[in-house]
């Protein structure tokens, strides 16, 4: 899986089209290889980071390049704005910028100081729900919340691991962080203090907040998404997988949960504390530590994530967890035959995606073809 800070990321090569003049035909704009997409919460919007330190914003529906900016080093974390004017970057390069998504204007640029590496790798940013603060975990193990206005440094914590996934709660009070080799942690945004503890054979590749900010779901390597009540800090539910879990989100009702294991969703129904399968769909090509619930109200129990497909490359993806005319499904089985036959997927008796042929895999297939 190569370095720790690739692990969850797919690198590919992203082509932003050009609007087409003549109904029909498209020219490429450019070619990079991206490290790190987001959508922003219309879904009108992507941005993107590549490993050439360009940080990208193009139209979804056409292709088209509205804004960029360039880095000294990688971009390794991209987040929009909870409004979609903003976008905030993380690079190797030590600094975060904001600029506006529209024009590509720099907003803020933080230097990020360190505690004791040599080059401090910003590896992931995240907005509150105000847009005002901006959250960062960085390669020196800290967390760490800036005033966006400002560029002021609110609070950092130190770590005793690498910090890995972060998330604002609902209301914008708490700040939840998760390492790949340290229990999750929940803080207070005002104060940086501490407010819950999980146990510590717990890590976290990916953290979210329920919408009513009393529960946080962890997915991890250890194949299980687990379900916590933050103020207490006791697990509700441990949901077993057969692979990482490198995807979860609560639908915007509360009543679903779902997860991420490499091209699977899995779907999980509240009741009462528990939370039970609803089934699992084979989607190919979802990028890790996207998906999300749907921000628009008028699906609470849809999910949406990015995917990078040869019909149209980081395509933002939405599905109801609760439409029964086209229902999660069952069986593992139930596969789009174009893709089982383009990438050679075979299963085992249980319906499951040999680990060895799922790794087996070359990105360059997915690629569009001439």
Known sequence: MGNWWQVGHRTVTARVIEGATIPGRQRRSYEDTVFVAAPSADGKLMATGSSSGYARVFEVSTGREVSRILHQAKVSAVAFSPN?????????????????????????????????????????????????????????????????????????????????????SPNGVLLATGSLDYPPQVFDIATGRRVARFPSEVFAAVVAFSPNG?????????????????????????????????????SHDGDFLATQTGDWLHAYRRDGERWRHAGSRYVPSIWPKTLRSSPQGNCPRCVEF?????????????????????????????????????????????????????????????????
């Open 84 to 168: 979609g004017k903003l976008v905030a970057t993380g690079s190797w390069d030590n600094t975060v910028w904001v600029f506006e998504a529209a024009t590509g204007r720099e907003v803020r640029r933080i230097v990020v100081a360190n505690y004791g590496v040599e080059s401090n790798y910003v590896l992931e940013v995240a907005f509150s729900p105000d847009s005002r603060l901006i959250a960062t975990h960085c390669m020196d193990r800290t967390t760490r919340v800036f005033e966006v206005a400002t560029g002021r440094e609110m609070w950092h914590v130190l770590f005793s691991g690498i910090p890995w996934a972060i998330a604002f």
């Open 214 to 250: 009393k529960l946080l779901a962890t997915g991890t390597l250890d194949q299980t998404a687990r379900v916590f009540e933050i103020t207490t800090g006791r697990e509700v539910e441990r949901l077993a997988h057969n692979d990482w879990v490198f995807g979860v989100a609560f």
């Open 306 to 370: 990015v995917r990078d497909v040869p019909e149209d490359p980081l395509k933002l993806e939405r599905i109801n967890l609760d439409d029964h005319s086209k229902p999660i499904r069952r069986d593992s089985h139930d596969l789009v035959g174009k893709w089982s036959t383009k990438l050679g997927l075979t299963f085992d008796t249980r319906g499951r995606i040999t680990p060895l042929q799922v790794g087996a895999i070359p990105f360059a297939s997915l690629k569009k073809e001439k």
